[in-house]
């Protein structure tokens, strides 16, 4: 495991631990409760340091942490003194902790909010992250405005439209990109349920249209649309076969072992079918020819939660355009895929329990360190998403009702608040 792939999985494990614990920590310095020792891993302590009345620490095993506070399952002591009494529970200087300070001494409000404050944290995390990522990065579109299929049957062939049909303008308003296009029809439809006026350029040509989209049962909308897909490459992974072989982005890819390739998807057909086979190919780059050996390796693709299917991989992106967006709009874009990863992890853990997905799909540390290292080399915007995604995970996880999760923890209060007392020992 190299050097880059082992920091990226420390400053992932550490974000999202500092974010959870730190959740625990400043809700219960909120409430009064005396934090012993504030954690980042389990075991033997390597470096340790007191400020005020915590210690502060960095242990042996890195792959949690915890903050350890006064008084914890010390029930008879809460029941038995005051609120002014001293406990035996010891500071660092050997000084007995007042009860009131106690964990177990705050109410059922102030314990819940304790305990659900580390998970809730992950998810803030999530949401500044893919937020941050959104606002500094922009969205990624495809800049083509050209027809590369149309679905038989669909609105867009009964509307008269033909591959290579170019899109100028949708209900008046000029468009720049694909997701631009379809964004337009469905909004213009959706704010009046007419057909929709398009502006074409075919073979040269200007064209006028219209086209009205369907609505499913889902509420989806229907139009039968896909871009034209060139050749040009996108975001190259780092150390990755093309990478290595040369191939960067903006590079117009011409042929494969001779054969003239025109879209994205011939492209990426050869590779998946080429696993370990030397494939020749040649692009350009700024009006100049080059070309390389580029050997595409293994990689397991899921088909579903229990399947996956072994393809070929050269590592780099179909092309794609950043574009800026508000403030506002990244927040709204990075609610949305913060509320898209917490649905696909739920789904999953859903299909997990139920016996529908292979343990196998469960990442461990190893794992998890190896996706730290694959989404750095594509880019620090991957690796944050990446902790982004983990720690939806985290915060999901930890509010599963296990005795020794959080989760655990706020059923027994939970059931103190219905029941009026608290559970049995």
């Known amino acids: 495991m190299s050097l880059q792939t082992l920091l990226a999985f420390a400053l992932v494990l550490g974000v999202v631990i500092v974010i959870h614990e730190g959740g625990h920590f400043l809700v219960a ?55 002014g009494d001293s406990g035996s529970d010891l500071d660092s200087d050997g000084n007995p902790i007042p009860v009131h300070r106690y964990f177990s001494s705050k109410s059922t409000w102030q314990r819940m909010a304790v305990v659900v404050a580390g998970p809730v944290m992950n998810l803030v995390l999530a949401l500044v992250l893919t937020t941050g990522v959104v606002m500094v990065q922009g969205v990624t579109v495809n800049p083509v405005t050209t027809v590369g299929e ?182 709204s874009m990075g609610a949305r895929a913060t509320w898209g990863m917490v649905h696909q992890t739920a789904e999953f853990l859903v299909v997990l329990v139920s016996g529908g997905a292979s343990g196998d799909t469960v990442s461990g540390p190893i794992r998890i360190a190896q996706f730290s290292g694959e989404m750095v080399r594509w880019g620090f915007d991957r690796l944050l998403l990446f902790m982004a995604m983990f720690s939806v995970n985290l915060f999901l996880l930890n509010l599963l009702p296990v005795p020794v999760l959080d989760g655990g923890h706020a059923v027994f209060i939970l059931y103190e608040m219905i029941a009026r007392r608290r559970p049995p020992e």
């Open 150 to 331: 149309i679905e038989i049957g669909s609105p867009a062939e009964e509307a008269g439209l033909q591959v290579n049909d170019r899109f100028v303008a949708v209900a008046d308003a000029e468009v720049d990109s694909w997701v631009g296009v379809l964004n337009a029809i469905v909004d213009a439809y959706d704010a009046q349920p007419v057909p929709v006026a398009i502006d074409l350029e075919r073979s040269g040509q200007p064209l006028s249209l219209e086209i009205t989209p369907r609505i499913d049962e889902e509420g989806r909308f229907e139009i039968g649309l896909a871009a034209l897909q060139d050749t040009r490459v996108g975001k190259v992974k780092r150390d990755g076969p093309a990478w290595n072989a040369g191939l960067r982005r903006g590079d117009l890819i011409q042929s494969i072992d001779g054969a003239e390739v025109t879209t994205y998807s011939q492209i990426a057909g050869i590779v998946n079918a080429s696993i370990d086979t030397p494939l020749d190919i040649v692009w350009l780059r700024d009006g100049i020819k080059q070309s390389a050996s580029i050997t595409p390796t293994a990689a397991e693709v899921p088909i579903d939660y229990k399947e996956t299917r072994t393809v070929g991989r050269i590592y780099y992106e179909q092309y794609s355009e950043a574009r800026q967006v508000s403030p506002v709009q990244a927040v």
């Open 29 to 83: 310095k909120a409430v009064g409760i005396y934090c012993k020792t504030f954690s980042i891993g389990f075991g033997p302590k390597l470096l340790k340091r007191r400020m005020g009345e915590t210690e502060y620490a960095i242990s042996a095993i890195p792959f949690g942490g915890y903050v350890k506070f006064a008084g914890e399952g010390a029930m008879e002591q809460v029941q038995d003194a005051g609120t």
